[in-house]
């Protein structure tokens, strides 16, 4: 079970570049474990880093400043999380502390995987998500406000209304992943295992 929210509000730090992949998001040396936990450590490491250790953070990255550090929502570019369908990527993501993430486009597959771990994939229009970061850039210490009630994302003084389907936002607000969702169904599933005896 991830873990559950129905609005959320958080420092927001701005991520602007295009077709970032699932490998860019946790590079493949890192999905050695099976559960689902200390994954964020090594979210963007690549980026993130100067070493293979992860001991010298690189100062030129976003997530390094110290205004961005407690971020809790990510701006970025369109088609995020292509490449690679695993499901370590959204879960890096989640550990590392994400609840949203604001983009024109995102892969699909990811698309749910996201929602699984909790996080809520926010698509807006290019010219809305480039007006989010001017807030963000332009404020330091931004937050932006998510209600999945709503629909509703507020960013300063605008509100962006988007969609998300009806049982995205449930597995989210009740922090649902396939397990919790198959344990709805156990007095049927065991309806059914007792008529094959």
Known sequence: MSQSWKNHKGIAVPLYQKDIDTDQILPKQFMKKVERTGFGKHLFHNWR????????????????????????????????????????????LSDFGFRAIVAPSFADIFFGNCAKNGIALIRLSLKEVEEILTYVNE?????????LVTLVLVAGTKEYHFTLSESLVERITNGWDDI???????????EFESSLV
């Open 49 to 92: 880093y100067l070493d293979e250790d992860g001991l010298e953070e690189n100062p030129d990255f976003v997530f390094n400043q110290s205004r961005y550090r407690n971020a809790s929502i990510l701006v970025t570019g369109e088609n995020f999380g292509c490449g690679s369908s695993r499901e370590h990527a959204p879960w890096s």
């Open 139 to 147: 404020n330091e210490g931004a937050e932006i406000f998510v209600d």
């Open 180 to 190: 919790d969702l198959t344990m709805k169904f156990l007095s049927k599933i065991k």
